[in-house]
Protein backbone atom coordinates (compact mmCIF):
# COMPACT_ATOMS: atom_id res chain seq x y z
CA UNK A 1 0.00 0.00 0.00
CA UNK A 2 1.51 3.14 -0.76
CA UNK A 3 1.83 5.56 2.10
CA UNK A 4 0.06 8.73 2.20
CA UNK A 5 2.09 12.02 1.48
CA UNK A 6 1.83 15.81 2.95
CA UNK A 7 3.61 18.50 0.43
CA UNK A 8 3.32 21.73 2.32
CA UNK A 9 4.69 24.76 0.57
CA UNK A 10 6.69 27.55 3.58
CA UNK A 11 6.23 31.17 1.25
CA UNK A 12 8.33 32.64 4.49
CA UNK A 13 8.09 36.29 4.48
CA UNK A 14 7.58 36.38 0.61
CA UNK A 15 4.72 36.98 -1.88
CA UNK A 16 2.49 40.16 -3.07
CA UNK A 17 -0.96 39.74 -4.07
CA UNK A 18 -0.14 38.89 -7.74
CA UNK A 19 1.44 35.55 -5.95
CA UNK A 20 -2.19 34.56 -5.76
CA UNK A 21 -1.73 33.07 -9.39
CA UNK A 22 0.89 30.98 -8.30
CA UNK A 23 -1.57 29.29 -5.19
CA UNK A 24 -4.37 29.11 -7.89
CA UNK A 25 -2.30 26.69 -10.36
CA UNK A 26 -0.82 25.21 -7.01
CA UNK A 27 -4.59 24.52 -6.14
CA UNK A 28 -5.19 23.11 -9.85
CA UNK A 29 -2.36 20.93 -9.06
CA UNK A 30 -3.77 19.66 -5.58
CA UNK A 31 -7.12 18.16 -7.37
CA UNK A 32 -5.15 16.31 -9.84
CA UNK A 33 -3.15 14.52 -7.44
CA UNK A 34 -4.41 11.20 -5.84
CA UNK A 35 -6.15 11.36 -2.75
CA UNK A 36 -3.29 10.04 -0.29
CA UNK A 37 -1.25 13.02 -1.49
CA UNK A 38 -2.09 16.39 0.38
CA UNK A 39 -0.83 19.74 -0.94
CA UNK A 40 -0.71 22.54 1.72
CA UNK A 41 0.56 26.39 1.70
CA UNK A 42 1.60 28.48 4.40
CA UNK A 43 1.63 32.23 2.71
CA UNK A 44 2.41 35.25 5.06
CA UNK A 45 -0.23 37.10 7.31
CA UNK A 46 -1.35 39.52 5.06
CA UNK A 47 -1.80 36.78 1.79
CA UNK A 48 -4.13 34.32 4.06
CA UNK A 49 -7.75 35.44 3.58
CA UNK A 50 -6.82 35.84 -0.05
CA UNK A 51 -5.03 32.35 -0.44
CA UNK A 52 -8.43 30.73 1.02
CA UNK A 53 -10.59 32.74 -1.31
CA UNK A 54 -8.30 31.51 -4.64
CA UNK A 55 -8.01 28.34 -3.14
CA UNK A 56 -11.65 27.47 -2.54
CA UNK A 57 -13.20 24.59 -3.30
CA UNK A 58 -9.92 22.71 -4.00
CA UNK A 59 -8.04 20.21 -2.02
CA UNK A 60 -5.36 22.96 -1.49
CA UNK A 61 -5.06 23.59 2.41
CA UNK A 62 -3.92 26.67 3.79
CA UNK A 63 -1.83 27.42 6.70
CA UNK A 64 -0.08 30.10 8.92
CA UNK A 65 3.76 30.32 9.70
CA UNK A 66 3.37 30.74 13.28
CA UNK A 67 1.19 31.73 16.46
CA UNK A 68 1.12 32.92 19.56
CA UNK A 69 1.01 30.91 22.42
CA UNK A 70 -1.68 32.46 24.12
CA UNK A 71 -5.64 32.87 23.07
CA UNK A 72 -5.31 36.82 23.26
CA UNK A 73 -4.07 40.05 24.69
CA UNK A 74 -1.60 42.75 24.30
CA UNK A 75 1.01 41.22 22.12
CA UNK A 76 1.51 43.60 19.42
CA UNK A 77 2.01 42.11 16.13
CA UNK A 78 1.59 38.59 16.90
CA UNK A 79 -1.09 36.04 15.38
CA UNK A 80 -3.47 34.14 17.98
CA UNK A 81 -3.95 30.37 16.57
CA UNK A 82 -7.80 31.21 16.78
CA UNK A 83 -7.46 34.08 14.88
CA UNK A 84 -5.62 31.34 11.70
CA UNK A 85 -8.51 29.08 12.54
CA UNK A 86 -11.43 31.63 12.52
CA UNK A 87 -10.03 32.39 8.80
CA UNK A 88 -10.25 28.68 8.10
CA UNK A 89 -6.36 27.32 8.28
CA UNK A 90 -6.31 24.07 8.80
CA UNK A 91 -2.51 24.01 10.23
CA UNK A 92 0.11 26.06 11.73
CA UNK A 93 3.83 25.61 11.25
CA UNK A 94 5.53 26.05 14.44
CA UNK A 95 9.79 25.99 15.70
CA UNK A 96 11.24 26.60 12.50
CA UNK A 97 15.17 26.57 12.26
CA UNK A 98 14.61 30.06 11.11
CA UNK A 99 11.84 30.82 13.94
CA UNK A 100 14.53 29.38 16.78
CA UNK A 101 17.69 31.15 15.52
CA UNK A 102 15.80 34.76 14.61
CA UNK A 103 13.83 34.56 17.27
CA UNK A 104 15.26 32.35 20.29
CA UNK A 105 11.93 30.15 20.66
CA UNK A 106 12.74 27.19 22.80
CA UNK A 107 11.61 23.78 22.80
CA UNK A 108 9.22 24.75 25.76
CA UNK A 109 8.03 28.08 23.64
CA UNK A 110 7.41 25.83 20.16
CA UNK A 111 5.59 22.83 22.47
CA UNK A 112 3.27 25.73 24.03
CA UNK A 113 2.47 27.07 20.26
CA UNK A 114 1.81 23.91 19.11
CA UNK A 115 -0.23 22.96 21.92
CA UNK A 116 -2.33 26.12 21.17
CA UNK A 117 -2.90 25.87 17.48
CA UNK A 118 -4.15 22.10 18.21
CA UNK A 119 -6.42 23.54 20.92
CA UNK A 120 -7.85 25.71 18.13
CA UNK A 121 -8.74 22.63 15.74
CA UNK A 122 -5.67 23.07 13.54
CA UNK A 123 -2.72 20.34 12.92
CA UNK A 124 0.54 21.34 14.20
CA UNK A 125 3.88 20.93 12.19
CA UNK A 126 6.49 20.96 14.31
CA UNK A 127 10.18 21.47 13.03
CA UNK A 128 13.19 20.00 14.29
CA UNK A 129 16.76 19.96 13.22
CA UNK A 130 20.56 20.90 13.85
CA UNK A 131 23.02 22.94 12.88
CA UNK A 132 26.11 22.78 11.05
CA UNK A 133 28.37 22.27 13.81
CA UNK A 134 25.61 19.93 16.02
CA UNK A 135 26.37 17.72 12.81
CA UNK A 136 29.68 17.80 12.09
CA UNK A 137 30.21 16.97 16.39
CA UNK A 138 28.09 13.47 15.56
CA UNK A 139 25.59 15.26 17.85
CA UNK A 140 22.64 15.39 15.05
CA UNK A 141 20.82 12.03 16.25
CA UNK A 142 20.71 13.71 20.09
CA UNK A 143 19.81 17.03 18.93
CA UNK A 144 16.88 16.09 17.00
CA UNK A 145 15.82 13.68 20.10
CA UNK A 146 16.25 16.43 22.61
CA UNK A 147 14.16 18.87 20.61
CA UNK A 148 11.13 16.08 20.08
CA UNK A 149 10.99 15.54 23.70
CA UNK A 150 11.00 19.16 24.01
CA UNK A 151 8.76 19.88 21.61
CA UNK A 152 5.50 18.21 20.98
CA UNK A 153 2.75 18.46 23.30
CA UNK A 154 0.58 16.61 25.27
CA UNK A 155 -2.34 16.06 22.79
CA UNK A 156 -4.05 13.56 19.95
CA UNK A 157 -1.22 12.41 17.58
CA UNK A 158 -3.81 12.58 14.79
CA UNK A 159 -2.67 16.41 14.73
CA UNK A 160 0.99 16.26 15.12
CA UNK A 161 3.18 16.73 11.84
CA UNK A 162 6.61 16.39 12.44
CA UNK A 163 9.25 18.13 9.90
CA UNK A 164 12.48 17.77 9.85
CA UNK A 165 15.12 20.60 8.84
CA UNK A 166 18.74 19.44 8.39
CA UNK A 167 19.78 23.61 8.78
CA UNK A 168 23.24 22.21 8.37
CA UNK A 169 21.73 21.59 3.98
CA UNK A 170 20.00 25.20 4.00
CA UNK A 171 21.57 28.10 1.98
CA UNK A 172 25.26 26.04 2.38
CA UNK A 173 25.94 24.41 -0.33
CA UNK A 174 25.95 20.76 1.54
CA UNK A 175 23.23 18.35 0.15
CA UNK A 176 22.27 15.22 2.76
CA UNK A 177 22.36 11.92 1.14
CA UNK A 178 19.68 9.50 1.52
CA UNK A 179 21.11 7.65 3.68
CA UNK A 180 21.44 10.60 5.92
CA UNK A 181 17.81 11.68 6.31
CA UNK A 182 16.95 7.61 6.15
CA UNK A 183 19.25 7.55 9.38
CA UNK A 184 17.22 11.04 10.89
CA UNK A 185 13.61 9.60 10.01
CA UNK A 186 14.22 6.75 11.44
CA UNK A 187 15.62 7.87 15.16
CA UNK A 188 12.37 10.21 14.83
CA UNK A 189 10.44 7.56 14.18
CA UNK A 190 11.64 5.27 16.93
CA UNK A 191 11.01 8.37 19.29
CA UNK A 192 7.60 9.42 18.32
CA UNK A 193 6.57 5.66 18.81
CA UNK A 194 8.42 6.04 22.47
CA UNK A 195 6.00 8.62 23.00
CA UNK A 196 2.94 7.70 21.82
CA UNK A 197 3.01 3.85 21.25
CA UNK A 198 1.36 2.33 17.91
CA UNK A 199 -0.22 5.95 17.65
CA UNK A 200 3.66 7.50 16.88
CA UNK A 201 3.38 4.91 13.38
CA UNK A 202 0.97 7.15 11.97
CA UNK A 203 2.74 10.43 11.98
CA UNK A 204 4.14 12.20 8.96
CA UNK A 205 7.42 13.10 9.11
CA UNK A 206 7.96 15.77 6.59
CA UNK A 207 11.89 16.39 4.96
CA UNK A 208 12.62 20.07 5.03
CA UNK A 209 15.96 20.72 3.97
CA UNK A 210 16.45 22.78 0.29
CA UNK A 211 14.20 19.76 -1.66
CA UNK A 212 13.61 20.42 -5.14
CA UNK A 213 12.09 18.74 -8.18
CA UNK A 214 15.68 17.46 -8.76
CA UNK A 215 15.75 15.65 -5.92
CA UNK A 216 12.28 15.53 -4.34
CA UNK A 217 11.61 11.85 -6.03
CA UNK A 218 15.20 10.46 -4.45
CA UNK A 219 13.64 11.83 -0.94
CA UNK A 220 10.29 10.73 -1.26
CA UNK A 221 11.45 7.35 -1.64
CA UNK A 222 13.04 7.02 1.92
CA UNK A 223 10.86 4.78 4.12
CA UNK A 224 10.21 7.13 6.63
CA UNK A 225 9.89 10.13 4.70
CA UNK A 226 5.99 11.45 4.80
CA UNK A 227 6.02 13.77 2.38
CA UNK A 228 7.86 17.67 2.30
CA UNK A 229 7.93 21.20 3.89
CA UNK A 230 9.31 23.34 0.77
CA UNK A 231 10.76 26.87 1.05
CA UNK A 232 11.82 28.43 -2.08
CA UNK A 233 11.24 25.57 -4.35
CA UNK A 234 7.10 26.43 -3.50
CA UNK A 235 6.81 29.97 -4.48
CA UNK A 236 6.53 29.33 -7.70
CA UNK A 237 3.79 26.62 -9.47
CA UNK A 238 6.31 25.78 -11.75
CA UNK A 239 9.06 24.35 -9.34
CA UNK A 240 6.38 23.35 -6.96
CA UNK A 241 4.22 21.08 -9.22
CA UNK A 242 7.24 18.46 -9.87
CA UNK A 243 7.48 18.30 -6.34
CA UNK A 244 3.78 17.27 -5.53
CA UNK A 245 4.13 14.77 -9.18
CA UNK A 246 6.88 13.40 -7.42
CA UNK A 247 5.13 12.22 -4.44
Not at 110 to 122: C, N, S
Not at 137 to 158: E, F, T
Request: contains cysteine; glycine residues 10%; negative net charge.
Amino acid sequence: MEKPMLVAGNWKMNGLRAALAEAEAIARAADSAPSRVEVAIAPPFTLLALAKDAAAGSRLRIGGQDCHTNPSGAHTGCIAAAMLADLGCDFVIVGHSERRTDNGETDAVVKAKATAAIGAGMRAIICVGETEAERDAGRHLDVVAAQIDGSLPDADPASVVIAYEPVWAIGTGRTPLAGDVDEMHNAIRARLVARYGEDGRRILILYGGSVKPSNAAELFAVREVGGALVGGASLKASDFLPIIAAA
